[in-house]
C-alpha cells in the first residue's frame, strides 16, 4: 500500500523547483492542522460566547472562521501542488496541530484572550514555514504564509484589542 501511495504521489508531483517538497509540505501540514483546529474551536466560541460584548465576538468570530476554512483549502491545494499527500484523518490534525482546547466553560473574555493566543502560535508556526519556504525555494509557499500570518497577527491585535481593560 505505502508503495502505491509513492508511486501515485509521484505521479502527481509537479516540478517547480522546490528543492525539498516533503520539507516544505510538512510545515503545511502543520498549520493547516493549527488553521482546522482554530476553525472548529473559533466557531465553538461564537456559538456559545454570552455577555455584554457578544455581538461583537459573534460577528468577528465568524469572519474569523469563514477566513480560515477557506484558507485551509488553501494550504491543503499547496501540499498538493508539491505532489504531496494532504491530511486525511482527524487524528492526523489533531496530532500536527499546537492549538489546544481551552476546556470548562470559559468567560467570553477567556475566549478572546485564549484564540489571540493561538492566533499568535499560528503566526510563529507560518514565520517558520516562511524560513523553510524560502531555503527550498518556493517563493509561491512563501507569499501564502506570510499573507496567512498577516490574518493571524491581526486576529490577534482584534482580539486583544477586545480584551483590553
Known amino acids: 500500500m505505502a508503495d502505491l501511495l509513492q508511486a ?11 528543492r525539498n517538497t516533503k520539507a516544505v509540505a510538512d510545515g503545511l501540514t502543520n498549520v493547516l492542522a493549527d488553521t482546522y483546529r482554530l476553525v472548529f474551536k473559533t466557531h465553538a466560541y461564537h456559538w456559545n460566547v454570552t455577555g455584554p460584548l457578544f455581538y461583537s465576538i459573534h460577528k468577528l468570530t465568524e469572519e474569523q472562521y469563514e477566513d480560515m476554512f477557506a484558507a485551509a483549502d488553501q494550504l491543503a491545494e499547496r501540499i498538493r501542488a508539491l505532489g504531496e499527500i494532504a491530511p486525511m484523518s482527524l487524528s492526523a490534525v489533531t496530532d500536527n496541530s499546537v492549538i489546544e482546547d481551552l476546556g470548562g466553560r470559559p468567560t467570553a473574555r477567556e475566549m478572546v484572550v485564549d484564540l ?25 509557499t512563501e507569499d501564502l504564509a506570510t499573507a496567512r500570518a498577516t490574518f493571524h497577527e491581526e486576529a490577534a491585535w482584534m482580539l486583544r484589542a477586545i480584551a483590553a481593560d
Open 8 to 18: 501515485q504521489t509521484q505521479r502527481d508531483a509537479t516540478d517547480t523547483g522546490v
Open 116 to 140: 489571540a493566543d493561538d492566533h499568535e502560535r499560528i503566526a510563529h508556526r507560518l514565520h517558520d514555514l516562511i524560513e523553510v519556504a524560502s531555503k527550498h525555494r518556493d517563493p509561491v
